[in-house]
Structures are given as structure tokens and as C-alpha cells.
């Protein structure tokens, strides 16, 4: 194992920590719909670095079944 693979779990934990804050305002009921189209999209965007991150630690590791 790389010494790299180590520090994108740790990274990978704090965006699923940040994404938790994020749904947890999205479930707000006084959320106006611009609100809500934000904290999606930032969601979204969030969902898709975790990804990269996890391809990255597979790629590192010489696992070719994404």
C-alpha cells in the first residue's frame, strides 16, 4: 500500500463528514426550493470528488475493477 491510499481515506471522511452536515440542512422544512437546488448540487458535486477519490485508491492499489 502506498502512503497515499492512507491519506484519501482520511480526505474521503471528511467530505462524507461535510456531505452529512449538508443533508442534514437539507431535511430543514424552512428551506426555500433555491435552497434546496444548492445544497443538491453541492451534494452532487461532493458525491462525484468521493468517487474520483475512491477510482484514485483502487488505482493505487492495482485494482482494475472499479
Do not use: Y
Not at 49 to 60: C, F, G, H, N, Y
Request: hydrophobic letters at 45%.
Amino acid at each position: 500500500m502506498t502512503a497515499r491510499v492512507p491519506r484519501l481515506f482520511a480526505d474521503i471522511t471528511a467530505m462524507l463528514e461535510d456531505m452529512h452536515a449538508v443533508a442534514v440542512e437539507g431535511q430543514r422544512l424552512d428551506n426555500s426550493p433555491d435552497m434546496q437546488k444548492a445544497l443538491n448540487c453541492l451534494l452532487r458535486s461532493r458525491t462525484a470528488t468521493v468517487d474520483a477519490s475512491l477510482a484514485s485508491i483502487a488505482r493505487k492499489l492495482g485494482d482494475g475493477h472499479d
